[in-house]
């Protein structure tokens, strides 16, 4: 079926050092959003890429959508305790029209 | 500012027992999503609404599980008869119109079922 694979599955760093979780899906995607959920919580939205080959970036945090559509990334510089959550990318399938959410990348940061 | 609410947000009950959860998402969205997150299986759709008719439902337990929308403003998610492989966070979200909009979700109701 539709899958969208996520790594790692967990990271562990020290703060300031940098983080990249990586999205792959096995079919294009129509669009694609990355949540954060931290512990205890629930996932808010923090992006959605649409364009082939688009980078957005949020303060710390750079978003890339692959040029085939099929895979994305978070990169965070220099992180911050309160980046300790869990990233999940979700990809738009308009074969199915519904969201698939990856497995997540858990993200402790050492202080 | 506008928020999904869901009740309860924690439900322990014994193996059997009927578990009905409640979402009320934000005013104006005609999307609505129930989601099940565990530890192995992360987050899965089990389905959702559009205008409050169902649109997809595969992902939910047919046998067990059913999902209504009463109104707009209500979402129901029912377990009957419950198991204790039903244990898991149940989170309601809710979107703004059809296609790869960004998802509210809820806080989120804990299920035990021992």
């Known amino acids: 079926g539709q899958q969208v694979m996520q790594i790692p599955q967990y990271q562990h760093v020290q703060e300031g050092e940098d983080f990249t979780t990586y999205c792959n899906s096995s079919?294009?995607?129509?669009?694609i959003q990355w949540y954060k959920q931290r512990p205890g919580g629930h996932p808010v939205f923090l992006i959605q890429l649409v364009k082939s080959g688009e980078v957005k970036k949020q303060k710390r945090l750079t978003f890339q959508f692959g040029e085939a559509k099929k895979n994305s990334s978070l990169h965070i510089t220099a992180t911050q305790t309160t980046d300790v959550g869990t990233y999940f990318c979700?990809?738009?399938?308009?074969?199915?029209?519904?969201?698939?959410f990856g497995s997540g990348t858990r993200l402790l940061v050492r202080p | 500012d506008a928020r999904v609410t869901q009740t309860p947000r924690d439900k322990v009950t014994e193996m059997g027992q009927e578990v009905t959860m409640r979402c009320q998402p934000i005013l104006g969205h005609n999307t609505v999503f129930w989601y099940r997150q565990t530890m192995m299986q992360g987050l899965e759709l089990l389905a959702y609404f559009r205008n409050r008719a169902p649109l997809d439902d595969s992902g939910m337990p047919k046998d067990r599980f059913s999902a209504e929308m009463p109104d707009a403003t209500l979402a129901t998610l029912k377990i009957q008869p419950s198991e204790p492989r039903d244990s898991a966070v149940y989170f309601c979200?809710?979107?703004?119109?059809?296609?790869?909009?960004?998802?509210?979700f809820g806080p989120g109701t804990r299920l035990t079922v021992t």
């Open positions: 079919t294009t995607l129509s669009n």
């Open positions: 979700a990809g738009w399938m308009d074969s199915s029209y519904k969201l698939i």
């Open positions: 979200a809710s979107a703004l119109g059809q296609g790869p909009y960004e998802q509210y």
